[in-house]
């Protein structure tokens, strides 16, 4: 029989004092709960000095953010658990370090970030980590290179991906992403005076034949073992680092999905910058958040390419300019993934804090349009944009 329970405080620290691989497990004597996403409880443990020593997080049997009326698979603490683990044997340098796991309880304990913060908040802020870009394109190129058949042999890659089949997530994805806003569904909220805009979109056939081929492409392409939710909220920095964390909607999907969101989230920051920052500083951290995107691709496709020509296994794959041919096909899906992820965040029910903590109303609603607006025009043009510095054309000429 199943032993999960719903930690209080007093659990977690007593689970960090079993497991949270302290020197000195005596001296943990409390926790905060800091969860602050969708869907999980997030302890930090604290000794008796202060400080905070290792981070407990449990995943809770229903969304976080909705409540017992959507229930949820505890299994994704595996698969979260699971999927860091495989990421951190192949990128430490950027992904969190999960010490211990339990999947009767739902449990992990991992390292404590607190000397970083998350990125989304700093991006919010006007705050800028030049090196993030490109940490952030080294992390997906080390973490899709070494789960793809590039470099795993044919067995061992057909059961990685039973191992992180993930129907209950993928589900959530395939709802919010690809369905919910291109549909008149209860779940949507946007602001009233964009409802012509929103109803364009599930009028738009050409529009929705690409987002099916997206959602095709979701469901078919197990290209590599994916974070499956790489936003600007589930990744730590600091100075010179950058670590990302929270990996529940693993699972082997097209390797352009998580490239995708990882811009998509950029993109969404320069789209509300203007009603987060006066107008010379929202310029300067437009300029920044295209770099950063720029940087991202650039980073993950050249380090990918490198891996490619160093370790690629498969004689076929292997072929002179087959790892080129390839990244073209990601290319075009980073495009048009993210193009969902601006569309998805803004129509759909997965705000975030970019356009949220815009205090004008007015303002807010045409940085809502702006992405919409943009991400309807990379759906649309994901096959014929040719490179990084062609998208950046276009975001400019998006306004
Ligand atoms: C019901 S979960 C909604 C969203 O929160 C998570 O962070 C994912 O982005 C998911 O799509
Ligand atoms: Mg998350």
Request: hydrophobic fraction near 40%; include cysteine.
């Amino acid at each position: 029989m199943s032993q999960y329970r719903t930690f209080t405080a007093a659990d977690a620290v007593e689970y960090a004092k079993k497991f949270g691989g302290v020197d000195d497990p005596s001296a943990l004597v409390s926790a905060e709960e800091i969860g602050d996403g969708n869907l999980n409880l997030v302890f930090k443990i604290f000794d008796n000095q202060g400080r905070s020593r290792v981070v407990v997080k449990q995943a809770l049997p229903y969304v976080r953010c909705v409540g017992e009326s959507w229930p949820l698979t505890l299994d994704r603490a595996r698969l979260e658990a699971q999927t860091l683990v495989e990421h951190y044997k192949h990128c430490p340098e950027h992904t969190v370090n999960v010490t211990h796991y339990d999947a009767d309880l739902a449990v992990m304990v991992m390292e404590d970030l607190s000397s970083h913060r998350i990125w989304r908040g700093e991006l919010v802020k006007g705050a800028y980590y030049p090196e993030a870009g490109r940490q952030l394109g080294e992390y997906l190129a080390q973490t899709l290179f070494h789960t793809s058949d590039f470099y795993l042999h044919p067995h061992k890659k057909k059961a990685e991906v039973a191992r992180f089949i993930n129907p209950e997530m993928c589900e959530i994805t395939e709802d919010l992403f690809f369905n919910d806003p291109f549909t008149d569904h209860e779940r949507n909220k946007y602001p009233a005076a964009l409802e012509s805009l929103v109803v364009s979109l599930r009028t738009d056939d050409v529009l929705k034949i690409a987002v099916a081929g997206l959602k095709h492409r979701f469901f078919a392409d197990a290209e590599a073992l994916l974070h499956g939710d790489v936003h600007s909220g589930s990744i730590f920095v600091a100075d010179g680092s950058l670590k990302v964390i929270d990996a529940e909607f693993g699972y082997f999907g097209p390797i352009g999905f998580d490239v995708g969101s990882a811009i998509g989230n950029l993109l969404i920051n320069y789209c509300c910058l203007p009603g987060l920052l006066p107008p010379r500083e929202a310029a300067e951290g437009r300029e920044r958040r295209l770099s950063d995107a720029h940087e991202v691709w650039t980073q993950f496709s050249s380090r990918f390419l490198e891996l490619a020509h160093a370790k690629t296994s498969d004689v076929a794959l292997a072929y002179p300019g087959y790892a080129e041919a390839f990244l073209r096909k990601v290319w075009s899906d980073t495009i048009g993934y993210c193009g969902t992820e601006l569309i998805r965040r803004t129509v759909g029910m997965s705000h975030v804090a970019d356009f949220k903590q815009i205090a004008d109303d007015t303002m807010r609603t045409e940085c809502i349009r702006s992405c919409i607006t943009l991400g309807r025009t990379l759906i649309l043009a994901a096959d014929h944009i040719a490179d990084v510095d062609a998208l950046i054309a276009r975001i400019r000429q998006a306004g």
